[in-house]
């Protein structure tokens, strides 16, 4: 079972209402690539698994942080924040206390193992407690509708935004492979890491959110060899499981499509555009340009350092690739103030 993402993601996400901030160039929304097609199933074998199932891995404690959950009745629906195939966001207001949340509905009603894996699934985010991610607070299953109570992040995603300044685009990175090291660290994987699940709040800080394709390693609720996320920005190996042997390590993938985003930003468009796949929005060739094409880079008027930072990102070969605690260290983000980007324009109305 996966939960597919509709969390700031989607024509009709939070970043469809922000505001441009000054220090950002705004730029026409390309032509939305709708790239989560299923892929062609093998005949199962024991030489034919993509991934082989890891050793049992026990789950991460929970938070110290955790709260009790607010009581669905004290929550006042505001304005719907997005939507998605999957459900809908509401900003929700919680009446006690006037704070601000953001409510996913799931839509659909499911069957007792299905609702298992999903409150398992969420459990396993409420343990999640790191400033760089996107906190769940718990969730409602009531009249079999499954909702879920997740932090509110007033800027909306980062989809559409270009940071041309190498300073600020070195803070977005720091934020988010911060959390990225925690959640690796945690064996938790995204798997699904793009623009659209990058939120920023107006205090500038930018946080991982979507956890909805974000697996345990452990395989708890189903190995990392299901394909989920967004095609576009999945690393070579997933896509073909030919490359690399067949072996898939999910936090290598994750710093793929941390680096596809990373170049995203400061191009200003999406990396494996035209030049390597020779047809806009032809998936298929998009998948060919991904895992064969010469690799996207930073123009030659970038710094060495941004050059390098994307070059320790995208790598076919997955073990070239730096970890998330790697890049921290790289100069690219070392060099550049410790203090978040000043992003508090894009707060939502």
Known sequence: MTLRPVFGSGS????????QPSHTQARPRRRQQNLTLPFPQREPSPSALAVPLPLPLPLPPPSSASSPVPALDDLDRVSRAGSGAGGTVWKTRHRPTNRLYALKVIH??????????????IDILRAVDSRFVVRCHGFYDRGGEIQILLEYMDGGSLEGRRFADESKLAGVARQVLSGLAYLHRR???HRDIKPSNLLVNGRGEVKIADFGVGRILAGTIEPCNSSVGTIAYMSPERINTDLN???????????????ASILEFYLGRFPFGEEQTGRQGDWASLMVAICYAPLPAPPSTASP???????????????????????????????????PPDLSSLRLD
Do not use: N
Request: glycine share 10%.
């Open 12 to 19: 009709g996400s939070e970043s469809a209402h922000s505001t």
């Open 108 to 121: 659909g009603h499911h069957d007792e193992d299905i609702r298992r894996q999903i409150c398992r699934e």
């Open 187 to 189: 064996r938790i994987v």
């Open 245 to 259: 042997e067949g072996f898939y390590d999910g936090r290598a993938g994750d710093i793929w499509s941390f680096g």
């Open 305 to 339: 350092e941004l050059r390098s930072f994307i070059a320790s990102c995208l790598q076919r070969e997955p073990g070239r690739r730096l970890t998330a605690e790697q890049l921290l260290r790289h100069p690219f983000v070392t060099q550049a103030a410790t203090v």
